[in-house]
């Protein structure tokens, strides 16, 4: 396998032992559905083993040494994460357990927030045609329980937002504005500068789903300025099952509890409760211990190597599929075709050829992609399409495993014309 630039890739692929499994036939896996999930490097597999076979024990509970262990594991997780995210505090991080989770939680404590974050009818929330259905349910929900409108931004003929309204659609009736950093299915980036600095003017939240962000992007939450954050470790070398909500801490204390249990608490009476501070008051319950210890390897892996490094890398790979993808006739990309301000997924159709039938035929080649609507229905119906395929790429994608999708593409055209 060859590196792109400086970057080593095939040093990269050595720490996925999945990556080394041959399918189909003999034939190597070429793995092209990281924005669904992402492999796993044995440093995160070794880590959480290591938890369960010598130190596991509940946390902030167990008078033990055992305890002790595991509490200093879990919460050290949580400095590595706020780190890798420069939050202002590690008190602003709040386990979860993905992303769906994080904004669910926001979704429903704003519906039991009192004073200027109370939502109610008259009031406004403000998302967009390219959203996962994440991050469009749970404010639908919000707005049938309380009467308030929800409003959305348009989408390009490129797959960008439209901000030619955005004074308007974003106004003084706005309660919070959610926004996902980068499309799981066009790849578009969004321009969060201008959303929060409007968001911000009229007195607005910015809550930002960075599922496709943080795995590909270098992120600084102190210099983003949005005000609350969610993302998910499974997409970023980490272990399903655990994901984060960023929250400013004015905004996190402000917050009601989303569920009630243990260690959520400072007092409990037969009459009346008190809850613990941030993050505590969002974790109730065993909290995903083990998957917090491989989230924060995880984290370290990805940070020995360098965010600069995987975004280049990223960027370089997503630019040659594209190039590649466009030279085949019947190929139509959804979204953004130039690689400027775009994320590590394309999705396409092919002429003649559904989108399940695709994969099919990619997949007895050896070749994972994914195929549907990707839990974008609006953006789909948006460019008139039921599904497309998509192909998404990370940190261990190589030029040859493009080339190979190309490949592909090229024999499913031809397959389907001799049928």
Not at 132 to 158: K, M, Y
Request: glycine share 8%; hydrophobic share 45%; with cysteine.
């Amino acid at each position: 396998m060859t590196g792109t630039g400086f970057y080593d890739v095939a040093r990269v692929r050595e720490d996925f032992p999945i990556l080394r499994r041959r399918l189909a036939g003999d034939r190597p896996l070429v793995y092209l559905d990281s924005a669904n999930t992402s492999q796993k490097p044995q440093q995160v597999v070794d880590a959480m083993a290591e938890h369960y076979l010598q130190h596991n024990a509940n946390v902030a509970r167990a008078m033990h040494q055992l305890g002790a262990e595991a509490t200093e594991a879990f919460e050290g997780a949580r400095d590595k994460v706020a780190a890798f995210v420069n939050a202002p505090s590690r008190d602003e991080i709040v386990f979860t357990r993905n992303a769906s989770e994080a904004l669910n939680l926001v979704a429903n404590a704003l519906r039991n927030a009192t004073g200027d974050l109370a939502v109610g009818p008259g009031d406004e929330i403000v998302i967009s045609e390219l959203e996962h259905h994440s991050n469009i349910v749970p404010w639908q929900l919000l707005c049938e329980r309380t009467g308030a409108t929800l409003r959305w931004f348009r989408l390009t003929d490129e797959g960008r937002l439209d901000l030619d309204d955005l004074d308007t659609l974003v106004n003084e009736r706005t309660k919070i504005v959610s926004v996902a950093w980068v499309s799981n299915m066009l790849g578009t980036v969004t321009p969060l500068e201008t959303i929060i600095a409007r968001a911000h003017a009229v007195g607005a939240l910015v809550m930002v789903d960075a599922s496709q962000a943080v795995p590909q992007l270098p992120v600084d939450l102190t210099a983003l300025g949005a005000d609350l954050v969610a993302f998910t470790g499974h997409k970023m070398v980490g272990p399903t099952g655990i994901g984060v909500l960023w929250g400013r801490r004015t905004v996190l204390e402000a917050l009601p509890p989303f569920l009630g249990g243990g260690e959520m608490i400072e007092t409990v009476t037969m009459e009346r409760s008190t809850y613990a501070p941030p993050p505590a008051k969002f974790e109730a319950g065993t909290p995903p211990i083990a998957q917090a210890v491989g989230l924060g390897a995880a984290v370290d892996y990805l940070s020995a190597i360098g965010m600069d490094a995987i975004a280049a890398h990223e960027r370089e790979i997503t630019a040659y599929a594209l190039k590649r993808l466009q030279s085949i006739d019947g190929v139509t990309i959804v979204g953004p075709s130039e690689p400027v301000e775009r994320g590590g997924a394309i999705s396409f159709t092919l002429d003649g050829v559904h989108p399940h039938d695709v994969a099919q035929i990619l997949d007895s080649q050896g070749i994972a992609i994914r195929a549907g609507h990707h839990c974008a229905k609006p953006a789909h119906r948006r460019f008139g399409v039921q599904s497309t395929t998509r192909a998404s790429f990370y940190l261990y994608t190589t030029l040859e495993e493009i080339d190979a999708l190309a490949e592909g593409i090229v024999h499913t055209q031809k397959y389907f014309k001799v049928m």
